[in-house]
């Protein structure tokens, strides 16, 4: 049986992903891509051809059922798609699917904390401990730490007797402190500061942080200080399994037997809650790309520079062009985050020089025959050809 690494995906710094092979069968006919250049000229207009072309391609290499993805520049915006919504079925995929978009929520979670440390209602300085008992390291993991994934505590994702637990209902229903209760009691992983290490648990301890200081349930808070101010309307902090229509329908290997797959379209995402339960769309995740990159919206131009001096370089890790930061990674320039939940692969990222925003949708999690997830040759390829 399948057992999940890490589930919800690191960023940038990949320390692991969902394993599986092409199980799709026959590729499913491409979708015709739309282009727009408003009133760009034509040396500006968007390079659709060769967009479509990376979406094609990479369907049929990697052997998902569909893709959908946007990029939009100064000059133009493009939007297209490749094969269909879910595995045997026949409608074609569009920017306005409802797709679950994993830890993309990680970036929602760290900008509401960012956005509280602003107005002074907590130190980013904070001992984890002061809002959330127990946790490993509490006393001394600060709230910036376990933002930037430094804080040496232990993922409860890669507990087994989680991992058993989920698998075996995975409709079920999830607390964040039933979550957190997964590590409470273990020992660190390191001193905080000392490594970078993806960990889900961080987001969770900091999602409940969010709700404490601002005495909002986290769907509330990130409906009225995130979701509304930018125009998210069909963004949403679930509270149960449902997913708006039209959604895609995603496929998985996690928790099936060797070589079968699973529809995991309506397993419940509270599982993930603050660190990957948010549901989104294409067309929505082009605003979160452009506010997450630039600010605009969301934070005071102090606190987004504070943010974007925040990427740790110079820890083991990290490269001379990839590193992470408050709950944002940074690539090559680009700004950005991918969200991975058992049938669904999403990334959105931003480049500040360019102004570009790149989004990008997959309907299945199960990892390219190089071990990446599906989502991200999709995106490689279409910010190789923006710049």
């Given at each position: ?48 051809d ?46 306005d699917?409802?797709?679950?978009i ?59 007797e989680?991992q ?50 601002s ?9 009225t ?134 989004v ?28």
């Open positions: 049986m399948r057992r999940l690494p890490i589930v919800l995906s690191a960023v940038i710094l990949t320390v692991a992903t969902a394993c599986g092979n092409d199980t799709s069968g026959e590729s499913p006919p491409a979708v015709t891509s739309e282009a727009t250049t408003s009133d760009a000229p034509a040396s500006g207009a968007a390079p659709a060769e967009f479509q072309d990376v979406l094609d391609r990479v369907r049929e290499e990697v052997g998902f059922p569909g893709v959908v993805a946007r990029v939009v520049t100064p000059e133009y915006e493009w939007t297209g798609a490749s094969g269909t919504i879910g595995a045997d079925r026949s409608e074609e995929p569009g920017p699917d409802h797709t679950r994993g830890s993309i929520t990680k970036t929602m979670t760290i900008t509401a904390l960012l956005q509280l440390a602003e107005d002074d209602r907590l130190s980013l300085d904070d001992p984890i401990g002061r809002y959330v008992p127990g946790l490993p390291n509490g006393d001394v993991a600060t709230l910036g730490q376990l933002a930037s994934m430094v804080s040496g505590i232990p993922s409860y994702t890669f507990d087994e989680f058993q637990r989920l698998f075996d209902d995975p409709e079920a229903s999830w607390t964040p402190e039933e979550l957190l209760d997964y590590v409470r009691g273990d020992a660190p992983n390191f001193a905080p500061g000392e490594r970078f290490e993806y960990s889900n648990t961080n987001t969770i301890a900091l999602g409940l942080v969010v709700e404490q200081v005495g909002q349930s986290l769907h509330e808070y990130f409906r200080d995130i979701f509304d101010p930018l125009g998210m309307t069909e963004t949403v902090m679930p509270t149960d399994a449902a997913i708006a229509s039209p959604h895609l329908y995603g496929i998985t290997e996690q928790g099936q037997p060797d070589g079968q797959t699973a529809d995991a379209t309506d397993w419940n995402p509270l599982w993930g809650w603050s660190a990957g339960a948010v549901i989104s769309t294409v067309d929505d995740l082009e605003l979160w790309g452009t506010a997450l990159g630039t600010g605009e919206g969301i934070l005071s131009p102090e606190m987004q520079q504070l943010r974007l001096d925040s990427f740790l370089f110079d820890i083991p890790g990290a490269t001379d062009t990839r590193a992470y930061g408050l709950g944002l990674g940074i690539e090559n320039g680009w700004l950005g985050h991918t969200g991975e939940l058992p049938g669904f692969n999403t990334y959105v990222g931003y480049l500040p020089e360019r102004r570009a925003v790149v990008a949708a997959v309907n299945s999690d199960i990892a390219t025959a190089d071990g990446e997830e599906p989502v991200t040759p999709v995106a490689n390829q279409l910010k190789e050809i923006v710049g």
